[in-house]
């Protein structure tokens, strides 16, 4: 067990388990995007670096199918910051937020010596989506295509460039796919620490394992911060699924069954 699940294991809450938490009528998430950590303040504009950290979080109430509503940030910032970096750093979480729909409602600002950003997601939903409800024969399936996040953070970290508009910087959400096939998925999460350790997630919160149909390569497996989305569904639902990923342009890989076996990721820990 590494150290994020040991962590994790110490808190008691059933509430903990998937993309976000459900907190009565709520869907309710937080993640954290620090500087060093998450991103190099040279590969990012302050717009870039405010857009991501709110996309990042969005994720996970779309993985939840519900509707971001609100948002609160804490917002550590050098003080050498100028006022007219500062809106732009405003920029990128207006930009989010007006995407989705979501209105940023307070929070917290202080001064530090790099940026650090967390970021909580109010939502909602009618049909959450969760991780556990993987059934055995189930066909488990990812959308969109991985491994350009981990190509173009490779390329970051040797002193080269990545393409602006890539997955890296600007995660392409599938909200409207989900929502429309919600009522044919079993389960589903967002791939943000990759396929295989996200499939290793699904396997312990299911008790199930995995049958794939062809090899994957590790390169594209183990790429992080993809944010597509990991799902199941029933193989009586498979022409359903597809005819809503075609009319909504979210390319589908259709690529293991779930059986009653053992999984192991084959990637390190993303985190400690």
């Known amino acids: ?6 962590f994790i294991s110490c808190f008691r809450s059933r509430k903990i ?21 998450h991103f190099k303040r040279e590969w990012f504009s302050l717009e870039e ?7 990042v979080n969005i994720s996970d109430a779309v993985a939840m199918n519900a509707d ?20 732009e750093l405003f920029g990128g979480f207006d930009k989010a937020a007006r995407e989705f729909g979501i209105e940023i409602v307070g929070g917290d600002t202080i001064s530090n010596i790099k ?13 959450p989506l969760r991780r556990r409800g993987l059934k055995a024969g189930d066909l488990v399936a990812y959308t969109g295509e991985l491994g350009s996040s981990k190509k173009a953070l490779n390329a970051l ?17 599938r909200q409207t796919f989900v929502s429309k096939a919600s009522s044919a998925l079993h389960c589903g999460m ?27 390569d590790k390169a594209l497996g183990c790429s992080g ?48």
């Open 68 to 87: 971001p509503l609100y948002a609160l940030l804490a917002v550590a910032v050098p003080s050498t910051l100028r006022p007219a970096e500062l809106k």
């Open 157 to 173: 970290l040797r002193g080269g460039k990545a393409r602006r508009k890539g997955r890296f910087f600007a995660p392409k959400l």
């Open 49 to 55: 670096i405010a857009y991501k950290a709110m996309i």
């Open 115 to 127: 940026i650090d950003i967390t970021v909580t997601v109010l939502a909602k939903s009618k049909r």
């Open 225 to 272: 911060e993809e944010y597509e989305m990991l799902i199941s569904f029933s193989p009586r639902e498979r022409k359903k699924v597809a005819r809503i990923a075609k009319a909504t342009r979210c390319p589908l890989h259709i690529f293991a069954k779930a059986k009653r076996q053992n999984y192991k990721s084959k990637c390190k820990a993303h985190h400690f």
């Open 1 to 6: 067990m590494n150290k994020e699940d040991f």
């Open 190 to 216: 967002d791939i943000s620490d990759g396929l295989f350790a996200d499939l290793k997630k699904l396997s312990l919160a299911n008790r199930l394992g995995f049958a794939f149909f062809k090899p994957i």
């Open 17 to 37: 388990g998937d993309d976000a938490a459900i907190v009565d009528d709520w869907i309710i998430s937080k993640d954290a995007f620090f500087e060093n950590v």
